[in-house]
């Protein structure tokens, strides 16, 4: 047994002020009576208390020693040893997720319902019984290791902030479960949540009680939000929106598209409770010079959970293809390649080629002209040759030749129709028998190819051969021309995948060498970092909070939308209906009796005698 509070001994000085007062002489007052027949025995008593002589009462003097050494003993705060070896463990986790941020009936949020009672849980801190704190959102985080500081639990449970993440609660459970596993002792896991989850791990051992906070509420949710480029229409972007409602009544609501921060659109919503709408936007600008293509969604309404009333999605921008035109003149192409504002093109004449100029374009498109000694093997740069090709078979000219068969899902044939197209002469070609290549046909004429295709294995370049004089038909009339130039340009460029625009907030972004996120100071993000070196500095890009970020490149800086979307953490309905709470309802059972520690046992009993000695003494037993 050890005393862990040695100065409540020193209390023990006023034990015999308690035997003094029973040894006190009571002062009498003088009242006049008639006769002293009845007062006989008060003279006895009075006699009985004279001081320094027998007591009357030594129960009941003894009665409140024993109170008095019990109160003692508990102030003591006596444990025992084991105790004191082993200790108590706790791991408190905080929900941190989206959905903490409801709003109660009362205008408090889940979250700070839940570090209100976090805050009270941590006053127990002490060096018999340890607490660390940890977060739970799209990963589990300990913000404050075992300690039995209540100062140091208290500022770390006031800088934990909710996120706009969703995820599971079984990571940080499990994760717990492992902080718990190497000590001694009692362990015990505590989670702070408006919703506990179905099953706990299976690896955890340790008790886990969960503290039930918020309850049932509607809300309205933008649960996708998404742009792309319009295929026909290289200046416009069409917009997905979809809007749900959790909620059991049906909600009228608009929602206002803001383009850049300026005003778009504005639709009204009618949806049905449990039901979902989709709206299409199909006419939004592309992106032009100086905007930053900033789409905003936001619901006009006033619900629990504010942060999904508002989406973010970036239009895309491609930078212009960098394009190198040798002709001797070619009004078509010239004009063709300078009204396109994908397109950055550069004229020269064929006497001025080059293949150390040609390697710095994304490509060359070469107009019935061959480089004298053109060796496709030895070249790298991305050709596009128009009637004069290396592939050009010495054959005689084809006359009028009708275009038999189309590839359509060939990509320089995106949206192309070239039916019904006047040709006055093509060029024979021969698809070339390299095996280092892959080659295609897109456009023939029976068993003569009018275009060839092909790609290099294992290497990024690309070349585009088309056996017609665009001067000899009608293809610059066409609606296909232009797009059939255009593709075949951007296919050459070697578009590659789509840039991501978009993540989940919580969801990780892994960053290469010379990749990194401007945020803004306040904005919480989590972010890993190996050698400082910035060739090899690696990073995981973490985003909390829903909104706008920029990223750093090699090919310059685009935007990223961080955004929500988890209808686990929009759909409030399900609040507190799964989860238990024994801390808040607290229980007499013996298993929670057996748990006290000891001075709790010395406190009750001493509590439990003075009761008794004040029905004692109203029974005019100890008087």
Do not use: C
């Amino acid at each position: 047994m050890t005393f862990l509070n040695v100065w409540a001994v020193g209390f023990a000085g006023i034990a015999p002020v308690i035997v003094l007062l029973y040894l006190l002489k009571l002062k009498r007052r003088p009242i006049p009576v008639s006769t002293l027949l009845f007062w006989q025995r008060i003279f006895q008593e009075n006699r009985r208390r004279a001081f320094f002589q027998k007591l009357r009462q030594l129960f009941s003097l003894l009665l409140h020693l024993l109170i008095f050494a019990l109160i003692l003993a508990a102030l003591a705060h006596p444990t025992l040893d084991r105790q004191i070896r082993e200790g108590a463990s706790t791991v408190l986790i905080l929900d941190t997720r989206a959905r903490m941020q409801a709003t109660e009936p009362d205008g408090q949020t889940r979250f700070a319902k839940a570090k209100v009672q976090a805050g009270n849980l941590v006053r127990e801190a002490s060096a018999l019984r340890q607490m660390a704190l940890m977060t739970a959102d799209a990963s589990a985080r300990v913000v404050s290791p075992f300690t039995d500081d209540e100062k140091a639990l208290r500022e770390s449970l006031a800088h934990a902030a909710v996120t706009d993440a969703g995820g599971d609660l079984g990571r940080a459970i499990k994760l717990a479960g492992e902080l718990l596993a190497s000590r001694r002792g009692d362990r015990r896991i505590i989670v702070y949540t408006d919703r506990a989850p179905e099953t706990k791990p299976a690896e955890v051992s340790a008790p886990v009680d969960f503290v039930a906070v918020g309850s049932t509420r509607d809300n309205l949710a933008i649960t996708r939000f998404a742009s792309r480029a319009v295929l026909n229409g290289p200046q416009t972007s069409e917009i997905l929106l979809e809007v749900a409602n959790f909620g059991r009544s049906t909600a009228k609501t608009n929602v206002e598209l803001a383009y850049d921060g300026r005003l778009l659109d504005v639709k009204p919503l009618t949806i049905e409770p449990g039901g979902r709408t989709v709206q299409v936007f199909p006419t939004v600008p592309r992106p032009g010079n100086g905007s930053r293509g900033w789409l905003t969604a936001r619901l006009d309404t006033t619900d629990a959970l504010a942060a999904d009333n508002v989406a973010y999605a970036v239009l895309p921008v491609d930078p212009p293809k960098r394009v190198l035109l040798m002709t001797k003149g070619n009004w078509f192409l010239e004009k063709l390649l300078g009204a396109d504002q994908s397109v950055a093109f550069e004229l020269l004449t064929p006497d001025s080629f080059s293949a150390s100029v040609a390697a710095k374009f994304d490509v060359v498109l070469l107009d019935n002209f061959v480089p004298e000694g053109f060796d496709l093997a030895k070249s790298s740069a991305n050709y596009f040759f128009i009637k004069q090709t290396p592939f050009n078979s010495a054959d005689a000219p084809l006359d009028q030749p009708l275009i038999s068969d189309l590839d359509t899902r060939d990509p320089v044939l995106r949206l192309v129709n070239l039916q019904n197209i006047s040709l006055l002469h093509a060029a024979p070609l021969t698809v070339p028998k390299a095996t280092d290549w892959t080659w295609r046909t897109p456009i023939r004429s029976f068993e003569h190819p009018l275009m060839i295709t092909g790609e290099r294995h294992g290497s990024s370049q690309r070349v585009a051969a088309l056996a017609l004089d665009i001067g000899d038909s009608d293809l610059p009339l066409r609606v296909a021309f232009p797009l059939l130039i255009s593709s075949t340009l951007h296919w050459l460029a070697g578009e590659e995948s789509a840039p991501i625009l978009s993540r989940r907030a919580g969801e990780t972004l892994p960053l290469g060498a010379n990749e990194s996120v401007r945020v803004k100071p306040e904005t919480p993000w989590r972010k890993e970092t190996g050698p400082t070196t910035p060739a090899v500095a690696r990073e995981v890009f973490e985003p909390l909070t829903n909104g706008f970020y920029e990223m750093q490149t090699r090919e310059g800086s685009r935007w990223l939308s961080v955004n929500t979307f988890d209808e686990a953490e929009s759909d409030l309905r399900s609040a507190s209906g799964a989860a238990t709470s024994r801390l808040a309802l607290p229980s007499v059972s013996l298993e929670r009796l057996a748990s006290w520690p000891l001075w709790q046992y010395l406190a009750a009993a001493a509590l439990l005698l003075f009761a008794l000695e004040w029905w004692l003494f109203h029974r005019r037993r100890t008087e």
